[in-house]
């Protein structure tokens, strides 16, 4: 398997190196991190019991590299080390960008691009993954059972990677954002907002579980709630008022479209 060095260490990689470990897929030891950003070592490092490294030059000493920083300063994290990663495996989960310009920035690598999610911290994730030509199968078996320890994955082809940060990748943000209003709906029938907040949480759960479960269309899962003439059908109407369909598929169809333009 070898090691796995982290460049980036903020809260995606936390998520993922934290879930790595606490899963017992992999030893502590055999990983290590660096951040630009002291606060956010620290943060790594006491969230996961990795240690972060003051030089990621030390990237060297490791068999695989996984890139966990934003597309804005991806080429100057990587380009006073660029000599380091031929014959290297290295993992992207860096948002939008591609396989080609991965190639030009990290030249002789084998490459596999990677879209986690947040709840990889409570071993919860959903991912997908794209290799590059020259990535081997024990390369995408290492990347599965990397991201296999904190959730679920798939591979996709490349072009899809931009739909699936939209969905999975931006999509706690808008599941967290609906917790919310549920919640706030509760408080404003007189609530209070412990109790409010813990109804939804646990709905929002219980409700994802029971799609996983039965893998059932969600239209029959929300039909079995709706009886006629009564307090489910009447909520609907307001969604439908509000064409709430509408616009939950344009927020994902703006966030792969700016997906797309953080790659370029």
Excluded: W
């Excluded at 920035?105 to 991912?127: F, K, Q, S």
Aim: with cysteine.
């Amino acid at each position: 398997m070898g090691k796995i060095f982290f460049i980036g260490a903020g809260k995606m990689a936390t998520a993922i190196a934290g879930g790595m470990v606490s899963s017992g897929a992999f030893d502590a030891a055999e990983l290590a991190a660096f951040d630009v950003s002291d606060a956010a070592a620290k943060n790594f490092s006491a969230a996961t019991k990795i240690a972060c490294v003051d030089d990621p030059a030390k990237a060297a000493d490791f068999d695989t590299v996984l890139i966990a920083v934003k597309p804005q300063t991806l080429a100057g994290a990587l380009e006073p080390i660029a000599q380091l990663f031929a014959g290297k495996l290295v993992v992207s989960i860096v948002a939008g960008v591609e396989l080609a310009k991965l190639s030009t920035l990290c030249p002789g690598a084998r490459l596999i691009r990677v879209m986690p999610n947040t709840p990889a911290l409570v071993g919860a994730g959903a991912a997908c993954y794209a290799p590059g030509k020259s990535a081997t199968p024990e390369d995408t078996k290492l990347v599965e059972k990397i991201l296999g320890s904190v959730g679920i994955v798939m591979p996709v082809k490349e072009s899809d990677l931009d739909a699936v940060t939209a969905l999975s990748g931006s999509g706690p943000a808008y599941v967290f954002e609906f917790i919310k209003a549920l919640a706030d709906g509760g408080v404003a029938e007189g609530l209070t907002r412990d109790v409010a907040y813990r109804l939804a949480v646990q709905t929002v759960l219980g409700s994802a579980l029971m799609a996983l479960k039965t893998r059932q269309h969600p239209a029959v899962l929300r039909d079995m709630v709706t009886s006629p003439a009564g307090t489910t059908i009447r909520a609907l109407e307001v969604f439908a008022d509000g064409a709430f369909d509408g616009i939950v598929i344009q927020a994902v169809r703006a966030a792969a479209e700016r997906s797309r333009e953080l790659g370029k």
